[in-house]
């Protein structure tokens, strides 16, 4: 869990985490992969809801792409950089609101990958997996296919809506509901108290190095929630919190995007963000996560229009 990049973003200047460069390689295949944490250490449970989202890469099926959390039987949400590509009118905003923001997502971007005239869009759900409730990636737990993946109408690669939110988030509807284990609770983030940093992202913090494959170990990592000013340089917007660094220097890295920081609600682990960028490619600066709480009206009707009613009593836990 190094996380000198934006989570789901991790091909240039300032990062997202999502996906590495194309030189990166997974699990000892070439081809791109996003975050891991660096200077973490191996998650001890399969916590609530955590998966690893993958699809087939070069022939190899079990190609990570970004982190997902569970929010219920039949959906679960990760990154929206994670599952879309910038449109043309992105790519010219240089000195613009949310040029910031932007520049951070860029670096995990598939437009930042090498090869990518050969990669499928990542919006097409059919080319994914998630394994559930397994600390590995590879193996334990279960499976589930994408029938769906939900956009917010708002998400502009970094540009924010007129109350200054980002909108990094999005819906993925399963193909087949998970009735084993139980759903992440989503919470609200608790200043003053350290939050988990999850993830299969990588370990290294020096991109020279992340032709290495990725971890098949799930990672964690104890880090403070900071100023907002600390991510001013990757336009941190509202709904948004700012994860600094561990002692050791740890963060999260290429491949953590999507992937939830948890905090502690009594005798339960509750998913508070999700990875979204960072300020640096090198995986050694502070994170940005976007809150999923004050996305819950646009998660409930998402989903109240493919079939499935979450409460809000069952989607949050109260602080």
């Known amino acids: ?17 999502g996906a590495a460069p194309a030189a990166a390689a997974d699990a000892g295949h070439d081809g791109d992969v996003s975050p891991m944490i660096v200077g973490g250490e191996p998650a001890p449970v399969a916590y609530a809801g955590i998966g690893s989202l993958q699809k087939p890469t070069k022939g190899f099926p079990d190609w990570h792409t970004c982190g997902v959390a ?19 009118a992105a790519l010219d905003r ?19 990958r090498g090869d990518q005239q050969s990669q499928p869009d990542p919006s097409d759900p059919a080319q994914y997996r998630i394994r559930f409730e397994s600390t590995n990636r590879f193996f334990g ?8 993946i939900t956009l917010p109408q708002k998400w502009g690669w970094g540009e924010p809506d007129k109350d200054g939110k980002i909108w990094d988030i999005a819906l993925l509807e399963l193909d087949r509901p998970v009735k084993t284990g139980r759903p992440g609770l989503v919470g609200i983030p608790r200043d003053g108290t350290p939050a988990l940093e999850i993830g299969w992202g990588m370990h290294t913090p020096n991109p020279a190095d992340w032709g290495a494959p990725t971890p098949a170990q799930l990672m964690q990592l104890r880090v403070p929630i ?17 994860l600094g660094t561990a002692p050791n220097g740890g963060t999260a890295c290429v491949g953590d995007s999507g992937s939830g920081a948890i ?10 963000a999700l990875a979204s ?30 079939g499935e009613w979450i409460a809000q009593a069952d989607l949050t836990v109260a602080q």
């Open 1 to 17: 869990m190094v996380r000198g990049a934006v989570l789901a973003l991790a091909g240039i200047s300032i990062a997202g985490l």
């Open 70 to 88: 569970r929010i219920s039987e039949k959906f679960a949400l990760t990154a929206a950089h994670c599952v879309s590509t910038p449109p043309a």
């Open 94 to 112: 240089a000195g613009k609101q949310g040029d910031a923001a932007w520049r951070a997502l860029q670096m995990s971007a598939p437009t930042a």
């Open 141 to 148: 737990g279960v499976t589930r296919g994408v029938r769906t």
């Open 226 to 242: 900071t100023t907002p000013a600390d991510c001013a340089a990757a336009g941190i917007g509202a709904a948004e919190i700012c």
């Open 263 to 272: 905090q502690r609600y009594g005798r339960e682990w509750v998913v508070v």
């Open 277 to 306: 960028r960072s300020l640096t490619q090198a995986c050694v600066s502070p994170t940005v996560y976007t809150e999923i709480a004050p996305y819950g009206g646009w998660i409930i009707r998402e989903a109240l229009k493919r």
